[in-house]
């Protein structure tokens, strides 16, 4: 059985901001009456200025606001995205990753922010690519990546082989999928491996060829479905869930899956929360039917005497 935020786009080690709930770690700025109202004696309103005139200043004040902390979220982002692959490419050579290998290459100024950016790339490792991040040597801050051969829930997946970054790949594709509304571009499947640092075309120590992976495995085992997007000029392409993973994944799984990438609850996207219990009903409900028609067979059936 087998198993970048946007409310409606998979939420990635990536530069984009959330739909439905505003950015990870921000609180909602205050409105433009409320930082008025607490700006300190004497450095409020100017001589002969209106009120519509500050309501605007104040407005700009807190729109610049905004726009900064939106743009740190997406630097932010970018710089645990880019963590990743430098992770990956470093531990290929079995050699202890330092911290200072990490600030230098990748984290830069952002060194405050060192322990935040390190536990987000270690749950992309852990849950993508089935790799564990650990403090190796706490004195001179060395870390080493442990192989994990089942990273999701312990469980081995027989049709991918166990493998766990692939099937971290598969899960990856599968979010991104339901959370834009059970279909994604293609385009937008390759621009989320980039940002993964894994390139579609160029072989990849985990993967082989990603893209030759994801068109000759998962769609050819009905993991995935492919199709054009109808009335396209040049044609477009789409991926959506294939009929395999409509029956061994529930939406449940995958939407927690991406909650655990982003430490949220699978509550924090209601849309596809709503439509993940439904999907759980329903399959309740077939098993349900299954077990009971079983059970009237098994009953119908003439018991066997041996006198």
């Known amino acids: 059985m087998l198993q970048t935020p946007e409310s409606r786009g998979l939420p990635l080690p990536q530069a984009e901001g959330e739909k439905d709930g505003g950015h990870d770690g921000e609180t909602p700025a205050p409105t433009a009456s409320q930082e008025l109202a607490t700006e300190k004696p004497g450095t409020g309103r100017e001589e002969g200025a209106t009120e519509p005139a500050l ?24 710089t645990v995205a880019e ?18 290998e990490m600030v230098k290459y990748v984290i830069g100024d952002l060194k405050a922010l060192f322990p935040d950016i390190v536990a987000r790339a270690a749950e992309h490792l852990r849950y993508v690519f089935g790799f564990e991040l650990k403090l190796f040597d706490r004195k001179h801050h060395t870390y080493i990546l442990i ?37 994604a571009r293609e385009a937008q499947v390759w621009e989320m491996l980039r940002r993964l640092g894994v390139h579609p075309s160029k072989n990849h120590f985990l993967f082989g060829y990603p893209k030759r992976l994801i068109m000759e495995d998962f769609v050819q085992q009905r993991y995935l479905s492919y ?17 395999r993973s409509n029956l061994e ?37 077939a098993k349900a039917r299954a077990e009971a028609s079983m059970r009237a067979r098994a009953a119908a059936r003439p018991g066997i005497h041996f006198w």
Do not use: C
């Not at 470093?90 to 050699?95: F, L």
């Not at 790949?169 to 979010?175: K, P, R, T």
């Open 147 to 183: 192989n994990k051969l089942k990273p999701l829930e312990e469980e081995e997946e027989e049709d991918l082989g166990g493998d766990g970054p692939r099937l971290g790949l598969l899960m990856m594709i599968l979010g991104l999928i339901y959370m834009k509304g059970n279909s």
């Open 83 to 100: 963590l990743v692959p430098f992770l990956l490419v470093k531990d290929k050579k079995k050699s202890p990753i330092t911290r200072s």
């Open 227 to 243: 199709r054009r997007v109808p009335h396209t000029n040049p044609p477009e392409y789409e991926f959506s869930w294939g009929p």
């Open 55 to 78: 309501t605007r200043k104040g407005a700009r004040a807190l729109a610049a606001k905004a726009l900064a902390r939106r743009r740190a979220y997406r630097r932010l982002n970018r």
């Open 249 to 285: 994944i529930s939406k449940m799984r995958v939407l927690g899956f991406v909650a655990k990438l982003h430490k949220k609850e699978p509550q924090h996207w209601p849309v596809q929360y709503r439509e993940a219990l439904a999907d759980e009903a329903d399959r309740a409900r």
